[in-house]
């Protein structure tokens, strides 16, 4: 019990962020937020190495990323918003590598990239609710899917959503506890139902939000 006890002070000792989250230090850099969990450090320029290449990381003072340094979204043009985690986010690539500016160039419209690494889709769409009243024209919003955020939309150790979409604070577990749901990860058939169901309601809020709140910012 006294060597429980020591391992749950030890753990505590390091910062809170989930088990299942890269540390908040890691470039590009997050900071800790009380609404969201954690969002990219703003106004902030880094140069990292990933996976043996320099990788350079620019946000600008809303942090919206990646861009060119001193580059910023113009918020009174037609843009598309994208939304997500680290794949959206762009991890490891340079800027004109990622998706949303692929995706706006072949179109031909400003892309604003709102993804943040390790976002579950509830982080994605509070702050999606956030940052979209102050675009005058969003013109879509794209928000990504893949199978293993049916794991992490379950869990509760970051802010998330209630039925309704009611915000939640995030759960603090025994740190013990959440090292062996990690070294051991196992879901019940019901809480893979319960994910498959939750992820489509979350995604597909965008659509509502961006009809009613692009209205009232306009």
Do not use: K
């Not at 470039?27 to 990933?50: C, I, K, Q, T, Y």
């Not at 024209?137 to 979409?165: I, Q």
């Amino acid at each position: 019990m006294v060597a429980l006890g020591a391992g749950e002070l030890i753990l505590r000792a390091h910062p809170p962020y989930p088990h299942d989250a890269d540390p908040l230090e890691r470039e590009p850099r997050r900071r800790a937020d009380p609404w969201l969990g954690w969002d990219f450090v703003p106004a902030r320029s880094v140069v990292a190495e990933e996976a043996g290449c320099r990788v350079s990381y620019s946000f600008d003072a809303a942090g919206t990323g990646w861009r060119p340094p001193g580059a910023a979204v113009d918020v009174e043009r037609p843009t598309l918003l994208f939304t997500g985690e680290s794949m959206i986010a762009g991890f490891g690539l340079a800027w004109e590598e990622t998706i949303p500016v692929r995706v706006g160039a072949l179109l031909g419209t400003q892309s604003a990239n709102l993804a943040v690494s390790d976002y579950s889709n509830d982080q994605s769409y509070l702050r999606l609710a956030a940052e979209l009243p102050r675009f005058r024209e969003p013109v879509a919003v794209v928000t990504l899917f893949m199978p293993s955020l049916f794991d992490r939309n379950l869990l509760d150790n970051r802010p998330h959503l209630a039925a309704g979409l009611v915000w939640q604070p995030a759960d603090q577990h025994w740190r013990l506890a959440a090292l062996l749901r990690w070294l051991i990860p196992y879901r019940s058939s019901a809480a893979v139902e319960q994910g498959i169901t939750r992820t489509p309601r979350q995604s597909a809020c965008a659509g509502p939000i961006s009809v009613a709140q692009g209205a009232l910012s306009r």
